[in-house]
Every structure is written in C-alpha cells, then in structure tokens.
C-alpha cells in the first residue's frame, strides 16, 4: 500500500520569508511521480510542482521548489519570498506509474502573515 | 484551465433520499476520478475510471456507485445518503500513464471546482 504523510497540519510564515512543507511517503515501487497542490479558499485544487521519481535533479518552479530525497522518501516544498497569495491548503501526492490512482496527504495549511 | 465542471456546485438533501453528482469534461481524457475532501482526511479517492464503462473502487466506495456511458461524463451516485457523506466531492480528470524513449510520461490530475453536499 502507498500513503502520503504530512506531518505539518498549520504552519504560518511572513511575508517575504521562505518556508519549507514536509510530506514522507511510503513505497516499494521504484518508478512514480511526487506533486504538490496548493487549494485556496476559492477550494480550486492547482498543481505548484511535480517530480520524477527518475530524475535526481529537484524540480523548480518560479519562487517554488522542492527537496527530493529518494532513498529517504522526503519531498519537502520550498516557498521563498512567501506572498499572500500563496496563503492555502497545500497538498503532497504521490502516484505510480502502475496503475493510475494518486494518494494524497492530509494537507498543511499555510497562512502568510502580512 | 482544464475543461472540467460538476453539477449540482451545492446540494441540501435529507438522510435517505438519492443523490446523483455529475462531472463533465472537454479535454477527451481517459481517467476521471472521484474524490471527497474532509477535514483532517485530505483527498480520498472513492470510485476512478479508466474508459467508457470501465470502473473501479477506491479508497472509500462503501455507498456510493459510478457510471461513465459516455467518455466527457461520469456520475456518482449515493444510492441512499447519510449525513457521514456530507462532504465536499472533487472530480479529476488526467490523460495515460506510460513509458516513451525509456522514460515515464505522465500528465497530472486536473480537478473539478467541487461539489458541497450536505445531508441532514
């Protein structure tokens, strides 16, 4: 079975600074993709970043990045220059590349204070 | 954005009484997905498909049933709702999974606006 963990429930940072969201996941499978979705209060769920399990090079995005440790089973998302508008639920997801199902984790909500 | 819509967008219904959601795409993917969303649970997959009239269980089927007759609809059904199904339902799409030139090609899932239901 796979799960998703993410052991943060609230975190809140200040504007402009950076903040880091951890998400473990758990696995035998080699090959799958890692996601992180962010769900504002609009409740729209939009992909911020996505990550080959293949690829060692961590995936970038603009002011959004992520921490990819394989064989730790880590992938924690950085948000540098934190704005308001990042304030949401953000969501870790995992996916195998057998099969076509994700799991996601129960979500950190992040609330960017002026 | 993705051609993805669900109807009703809100929905008050008693214990007992049929519900039907319904999910509509323009994008001519394969896979449509629907989750439900609660507090402290994230997303938790209840039924997928993966083509017309191909349908499979998720995480937490128990009351609820899915149809997909055609490729752009798939329909959740609780037959006989209860108020531990109040909730808030995402449908998804995504296109295959697969390999190409030895490496993995993948488009991510796109999500619905969802779905409020509440039964009392």
């Known amino acids: 079975a796979q799960t998703v963990t993410q052991s943060q429930p609230e975190m809140s940072v200040q504007e402009a600074e950076t903040v880091t969201l951890s998400c473990t996941y758990d696995t035998s499978e080699n090959n799958y993709y890692l996601f992180w979705y962010k769900q504002p209060p609009s409740r729209q769920m939009i992909l911020v970043i996505r990550?080959?399990?293949?690829?060692?090079q961590n995936a970038t995005e603009n002011r959004f990045s992520v921490n990819f440790q394989k064989a730790a089973k880590s992938f924690s998302l950085k948000i540098s220059d934190s704005q308001l508008g990042d304030t949401a639920m953000y969501f870790c997801a995992f996916a195998l590349l057998t099969g076509n199902q994700f799991y996601f984790g129960t979500g950190t909500s992040l609330t960017v204070i002026p | 954005d993705a051609g993805i819509t669900q109807s009703p967008r809100h929905k008050v219904t008693e214990t007992g009484t049929p519900v039907t959601l319904r999910c509509h795409q323009t994008?001519?993917?394969?896979?449509m997905y629907w989750y439900r969303q609660d507090p402290g649970h994230g997303l938790r997959l209840i039924h997928y498909s993966y083509g017309v009239k191909d349908t499979d269980k998720g995480e937490v089927s128990d009351g609820y049933s899915v149809s997909r007759s055609k490729t752009e609809d798939f329909l959740l059904t609780l037959e006989s709702a209860t108020s531990s199904q109040t909730s808030v339902y995402f449908c998804?799409?995504?296109?295959?999974?697969?390999?190409?030139?030895?490496?993995?090609?993948?488009?991510?899932?796109?999500f619905g606006p969802g779905t409020r239901l509440t039964v009392l």
């Open positions: 998804a799409i995504s296109e295959s999974m697969g390999l190409a030139g030895g490496h993995s090609s993948y488009n991510e899932q796109f």
């Open positions: 994008e001519n993917h394969r896979y």
């Open positions: 990550q080959e399990a293949y690829k060692q």
